[in-house]
């Protein structure tokens, strides 16, 4: 083992600041910088057993090490991917701020990834899934908006949870969208949509609200907001009602979204802006599951597929 970094500081003491960083200074969204601390407090547990006490003896074999014991415990790729990508990030904050002499993660390879193409829904489940929430009552209602918006509009999860009544533009048919980082961006919503959304928020929101004061659009049967868990259950059991099956996430509405788009013919400038995405190469993603289905569509039906 090398000598240790007179400069280093203690393990948990570098992640507390690390991630107040995140916080603060990159203005992370609560949920990243939560994603954040539970790989480094994972690291941070395992580094400690292995009597490592401050990052200035870290070397590549424990994060090697490390990165085995989760493949070990059967953590996906992309799950261990993510937990390399938190240990550099801290690792190049602690670099620049001159607290470590040397990179201990330099030569590292992280796990290779699988194919990233998005999964979607066809345009048959998506009718599925939209008719799946009962229209007569309060809940059912809710969740009709609730999935109309987020097939509408692309949002996160977390857009979803924080959108707010006065988010909501009905005169020009758009939404205020609270992104990541803070960030907001205007997202026009169809007619469809809006409607469904009308009718929720000037009958069953108010009866769900039981009295409280909140401006979360979407509330829970006691009448307060929705957790990130409680919109996944609920996307969850309406994806079984309407016996719909394959690798769904609570991103596939979003996912959905920016496909249709394209396979409709909208340029992928403007998919980027509604999706939110700061740099245009993160949706071009999109742009090779459109070409694939092409491909499958030609193949399909041309005589000499």
């Given at each position: 083992?090398?000598?240790?970094?007179?400069?280093?500081?203690?393990?948990?003491?570098a992640?507390?600041?690390?991630?107040?960083?995140?916080?603060?200074?990159?203005?992370?969204?609560?949920?990243?910088?939560?994603?954040?601390?539970?790989?480094?407090?994972?690291?941070?547990?395992?580094?400690?057993?292995?009597?490592?006490?401050?990052?200035?003896?870290?070397?590549?074999?424990?994060?090697?090490?490390?990165?085995?014991?989760?493949?070990?415990?059967?953590?996906?790729?992309?799950t261990?991917?993510?937990?390399?990508?938190?240990?550099?990030?801290?690792?190049?904050?602690?670099?620049?701020r001159?607290?470590?002499?040397?990179?201990?993660?330099?030569?590292?390879?992280?796990?290779?990834?699988?194919?990233?193409?998005?999964?979607?829904?066809?345009?048959?489940e998506?009718?599925?899934?939209?008719?799946?929430?009962?229209?007569?009552?309060?809940?059912?209602?809710?969740?009709?908006?609730?999935?109309?918006?987020?097939?509408?509009?692309?949002?996160?999860?977390?857009?979803?949870?924080?959108?707010?009544?006065?988010?909501?533009?009905?005169?020009?048919?758009?939404?205020?969208?609270?992104?990541?980082?803070?960030?907001?961006?205007?997202?026009?919503?169809?007619?469809?949509?809006?409607?469904?959304?009308?009718?929720?928020?000037?009958g069953?929101?108010?009866?769900?609200?039981?009295?409280?004061?909140?401006?979360?659009?979407?509330?829970?049967?006691?009448?307060?907001?929705?957790?990130?868990?409680?919109?996944?259950?609920?996307?969850?059991?309406?994806?079984?009602?309407?016996?719909?099956?394959?690798?769904?996430?609570?991103?596939?509405?979003r996912?959905?979204?920016?496909?249709?788009?394209?396979?409709?013919?909208?340029?992928?400038?403007?998919?980027?802006?509604?999706?939110?995405?700061?740099?245009?190469?993160t949706?071009?993603?999109?742009?090779?599951?459109?070409?694939?289905?092409?491909?499958?569509?030609?193949?399909?039906?041309?005589?000499?597929?």
């Open positions: 083992m090398t000598s240790p970094d007179p400069q280093a500081p203690a393990l948990h003491q992640v507390d600041r690390y991630l107040a960083h995140l916080a603060t200074e990159r203005g992370l969204a609560a949920n990243s910088v939560s994603s954040y601390a539970e790989d480094l407090a994972d690291l941070t547990d395992f580094l400690l057993k292995q009597e490592v006490s401050s990052w200035g003896q870290v070397e590549p074999l424990h994060v090697v090490a490390f990165l085995s014991q989760a493949a070990q415990q059967g953590l996906a790729p992309r261990r991917a993510r937990r390399l990508s938190a240990a550099r990030g801290l690792v190049a904050w602690l670099l620049k001159g607290e470590l002499s040397k990179d201990p993660l330099t030569g590292l390879v992280g796990p290779r990834l699988p194919d990233g193409l998005p999964y979607f829904l066809s345009r048959d998506v009718e599925r899934l939209l008719d799946a929430p009962d229209p007569l009552s309060d809940l059912g209602r809710r969740d009709r908006a609730m999935l109309e918006l987020m097939y509408a509009a692309g949002l996160r999860v977390s857009e979803v949870i924080s959108l707010g009544v006065g988010d909501v533009q009905f005169q020009v048919g758009c939404l205020l969208v609270h992104g990541k980082g803070d960030k907001e961006r205007l997202v026009p919503v169809h007619e469809t949509a809006l409607k469904v959304l009308k009718h929720y928020l000037e069953p929101r108010a009866r769900l609200l039981k009295g409280k004061r909140h401006e979360e659009v979407f509330l829970n049967n006691r009448g307060d907001g929705l957790s990130r868990m409680g919109l996944w259950k609920i996307i969850h059991k309406y994806l079984q009602k309407a016996g719909i099956n394959g690798p769904v996430t609570p991103h596939t509405l996912h959905t979204f920016a496909t249709h788009l394209l396979e409709g013919g909208a340029d992928l400038r403007s998919v980027q802006l509604m999706l939110g995405h700061s740099d245009i190469s949706t071009q993603v999109y742009t090779h599951v459109t070409r694939r289905r092409l491909v499958e569509v030609h193949r399909r039906h041309h005589p000499r597929g």
